[in-house]
């Protein structure tokens, strides 16, 4: 079996570490991928249009209830939670904020690690704290593959820092090779073409 | 731990919590079969955390034998985070497309689903004294947790929310100065007792109960995500069903009447605020 989605947990400076990774992605790329960036409960769906025109995957805010599929990029909307069910659907949550934040990459990562198992990578990159430690801790230990941008390569190296001394991550990799990195192991180890199984 | 033995644990407890939810069910009649998993998952094992309990399968037990601990339970599964005037372009939308309809009625019946500890409620009754309504609309608000209830018929909110409600409120299109609506003491406010006089707060269960029959507006917000698509369906059917013809329904920004049976018996009033309008049935 191989993988079946991507998790991406991203806080200060997230923009652009997104983009940059996100738009060497195919249009047709493998997997769902399900992101949660640290961002202002008030703000509109400006960051999924900024990364939708700049990649060749199709970005958007996650809907309630809708089914995660390859191809696709699902930020979690501002003020939000976003879990994944296992069997590919996306809720959305407003419970209490998780270490300040909503969404919280804890969150996502923690019901991804379950839905997805071994079917799922998760990547934390650029941030000013620690959330995501947690989450990628359990991705590890539902035998998932774990993934670190270089703190030396973040805009803000706490959360990468806390992530790697959480847990025994899989890679430790430079901002600017993670995009091509996932392409690779996606190819020679990607489930079905629908990105769920 | 090894790793497999993390998979075959996930595997039990999701077996313990669909036995969870059954006893709960068949005990208490509180359905939560239906809710969405990977919510409930976050909740009991909270809860768990929390408590003296080791598995799922033992909180099973408790739940059975203590009814104190199913109250705990329904606090942990209904999550009841809300604030004044939240989003509020859905409540400056409110004023500008569906109170001009509503000023043309004689009376208004308003069903708040879901109101949790009351704050959208009062916010409603606001933005209806403002636009001269709330003296003929009659409001039921609802919710299947008794205790929130009982805090939502308090109007009782922490001071340090003020301010967030404040701004909420300015952005809504609100008519007046908030302060008017509250008195502040020691650590909290509370609300405006005027603001009661036309709310009947009622204990109604959304996925067990019955029709609330022959509503203007329903507004139900941030409830629908906690459940699964097929209880979703149930749900907009019981809304359809308690609305006037030419009612009003909004429900949260992020939720969605397109993946259910009933998206073609609704016009859409603002697809981005979630505000639907019943067609007139011939």
Redesign the interface.
Same mark, same amino acid.
């Given at each position: 079996m191989g993988y079946r989605a991507i998790v991406i947990g991203s806080s200060t400076g997230g923009m652009e570490a997104l983009r940059i990774i996100l738009e060497v992605l195919p249009k047709d790329f493998l997997v769902p991928i399900l992101v949660a960036q640290h961002i202002s409960p008030h703000s509109d769906n400006y960051l999924a249009k900024y990364l939708d025109n700049a990649c060749e995957v199709i970005v958007k805010e996650a +809907? /309630? #209830?809708?089914k995660a599929i390859s191809g696709h990029t699902y930020l979690a909307?501002p003020n939000?939670h976003m879990? %994944? /069910? #296992?069997d590919g659907?996306i =809720?959305? =949550? %407003? /419970?209490?904020r998780v270490s300040y934040a909503r969404p919280s990459i804890d %969150?996502l990562f +923690? =019901?991804a690690a /379950?839905?997805y198992?071994r079917g799922l990578i998760g990547i934390i990159l650029t941030g000013a704290n620690s959330d995501g430690s947690k989450g990628l801790k359990r991705i #590890? +230990?539902?035998?998932g593959l774990t993934i670190v941008q270089d703190p030396s390569t973040a805009q803000a190296e706490a959360m990468p820092r806390a992530a790697i001394s959480a847990t025994d991550v899989d890679y430790i990799i430079p901002l600017r090779e993670i995009g091509n990195f996932i392409s690779k192991i996606i190819k020679e180890k990607s489930g079905d073409n629908s990105g769920y199984c | 731990m090894s790793n497999d033995q993390t998979i075959n644990n996930l595997e039990n407890e999701e077996l313990e919590i669909r036995l969870l939810l059954e006893a709960i069910f068949l005990k208490y009649g509180y359905d939560f079969r239906d809710y969405s998993k990977a919510h409930l998952k976050r909740r009991i094992m909270h809860r768990l955390s929390l408590s003296e309990l080791n598995t799922i399968s033992q909180m099973q037990h408790q739940v059975l034998y203590d009814r104190w601990f199913l109250e705990t339970l329904l606090r942990d599964f209904s999550i009841n985070v809300t604030e004044m005037f939240r989003d509020p372009p859905f409540y400056k939308a409110f004023r500008q497309e569906v109170v001009p309809v509503l000023k043309t009625y004689p009376y208004i019946k308003v069903w708040h689903a879901g109101c949790s500890s009351g704050e959208e409620v009062y916010s409603m009754a606001i933005l209806l004294k403002e636009e001269g309504l709330y003296e003929r609309t009659q409001i039921y608000a609802t919710d299947f947790n008794v205790e929130v209830l009982e805090k939502a018929k308090q109007a009782i909110y922490p001071i340090d929310d003020i301010k967030e409600y404040t701004y909420n409120y300015q952005q809504s299109g609100g008519l007046a100065s908030f302060a008017d609506y509250y008195i502040a003491r020691y650590d909290s406010v509370i609300l405006d007792q005027a603001l009661k006089r036309k709310i009947i707060f009622a204990d109604h269960n959304l996925v067990t109960d019955g029709v609330f029959g022959e509503m203007h507006v329903i507004i139900c917000r941030n409830v629908l995500i906690y459940f699964n698509r097929d209880l979703q369906n149930n749900v907009f059917k019981l809304f359809y069903e308690s609305l006037r013809n030419g009612g009003f329904l909004g429900i949260g920004t992020k939720e969605s009447l397109r993946f259910s049976d009933y998206m073609g018996k609704f016009n859409i009033i603002s697809e981005n605020l979630k505000i639907y309008q019943k067609k007139f049935e011939v």
């Open positions: +809907e /309630e #209830k809708e909307p939000y879990l %994944v /069910e #296992k659907f =809720s959305l =949550s %407003v /419970e209490a %969150v +923690e =019901s /379950e839905a198992n #590890k +230990e539902c035998q | -």
